[in-house]
């Protein structure tokens, strides 16, 4: 459907994030967004007219990495960086309806073709042209990350790449029908097309081996990654909405809400605020859970407290990317609770909502 609803002037009252922000942050973050975005300069040019190519690296994807996997050992996290940059390319194609994001087909065709790198296989003649350009950096930096994997962990990062594709495809399909998902029908296909189970596989990695402890954590595990996820999806899409609408594009929780039981704006930010709320809450108490019953250097126990950064990490870095926040956003160090939403930007703001309330704005 299209989603043409007016925004501009809208001033909106995010959920509270005061134990998420700021993110655990490294001391050479810099550099390692340096480090990508030169190889991605190099290795993804094809994919991208120079100018497309600049403005998409000023979103610093490299960053976003960094925030969520700060204890990851350098060349690794760098890989991992090189890798959302390119996943970055791909999500903008898969979302434009000009590109992938016209042909459902084209995109499953994507999807099967990748399948064959993570047979350890180079892509020497797929479905056609265009699809070649797109695997080489691809082969490039999962090369390289796989060099950091052990075999079980390699395993779960392609099953959840899978998962990611599956997603962006039933998007796509979505996206040119006349379909209008009520809210749990989107929050199952978001849980796949967000992507975030790959970073769960490759903080794995970061974490004790699991098949070496003698007391069975699945539990545990399987309860705070579920939480982390919804987490990450539903903020995601909190700060991607007003992008993602001057785009005319519905594939949001936040649309989703307002098309299917027509709220309004804040209505449905109160809404998912409240999911990211409860989420948050619930991981916290798995994972104080998990270290009381297992201790805290047991492998689920570690790694609880590496998807936490993960979840701090997003949040972190959804305050500072142009990629939310329009091409002219310089962030000032602060994370804002109301912000206002302008044509092309969103504007972080000093109100509060008591000011909201007294300037008739709520």
């Keep these: ?12 009252l995010l959920p509270p994030y005061e134990h998420c922000v700021p993110a655990l942050e490294r001391p050479d973050n810099d550099q390692v967004v340096a480090d990508s975005q030169e190889w991605c300069r190099q ?36 890989a991992a960086a090189q890798y959302t940059e ?3 390319i791909l999500d903008n194609a898969l979302v434009d309806k000009d590109r992938l994001g016209s042909d459902p087909v084209y995109a499953a065709e994507l999807k099967a073709a990748i399948d064959v790198l993570f047979d350890g296989k180079q892509v020497d003649t797929p479905a056609n042209e ?14 390289t990350l796989r060099g950091h994997l052990t075999a079980e962990t390699w395993d779960g990062f392609h099953g959840e790449v899978e998962r990611f594709l599956i997603g962006c495809v039933e998007e796509v399909d979505y996206r040119n029908s006349d379909t209008v998902y009520d809210f749990d029908a989107y929050l199952r296909m978001r849980r796949n097309s967000v992507g975030m189970g790959m970073y769960f596989a490759l903080g794995e990695a970061l974490a004790p081996p699991l098949e070496k402890e003698t007391v069975d954590g699945s539990a545990y595990r399987a309860r705070l990654l579920t939480y982390a996820l919804d987490h990450i999806a539903l903020s995601n899409d909190m700060f991607s909405f007003r992008a993602e ?37 619930a991981f916290r108490r798995t994972l104080r859970e ?32 142009t990629r939310y926040n329009g091409e002219r956003h310089q962030w000032d160090g602060r994370y804002p ?26």
């Design 1 to 12: 459907m299209n989603f043409t609803l007016p925004l501009a002037g809208t001033h909106v």
């Design 43 to 78: 290795g993804l040019s094809d994919l991208l007219p120079p100018e497309d190519l600049d403005t998409l690296l000023a979103e610093r994807a490299s960053l976003w990495t960094a925030l969520v996997l700060p204890t990851a050992p350098y060349e690794f996290l760098v």
């Design 86 to 88: 390119y996943l970055s």
């Design 130 to 143: 265009e699809l070649t350009v797109w695997f080489k950096p691809l082969h490039d930096c999962l090369s």
């Design 245 to 281: 609408a001057d785009a005319d594009d519905a594939v949001n929780a936040v649309a989703t809400l307002i098309l299917s039981e027509d709220l309004s704006v804040q209505a449905a930010f109160d809404r998912v605020g409240l999911e990211v709320q409860r989420n948050e809450m």
């Design 290 to 321: 998990t270290v009381a019953a297992l201790g805290p250097d047991h492998a689920v126990s570690v790694y609880g407290g590496k998807v936490w950064h993960m979840m701090c990490g997003n949040v972190d870095w959804s305050f500072r990317t």
């Design 337 to 362: 609770q109301v912000v206002q939403f302008r044509e092309g930007s969103t504007l972080f703001t000093d109100k509060n909502y008591a000011s909201l309330i007294a300037e008739g704005l709520v």
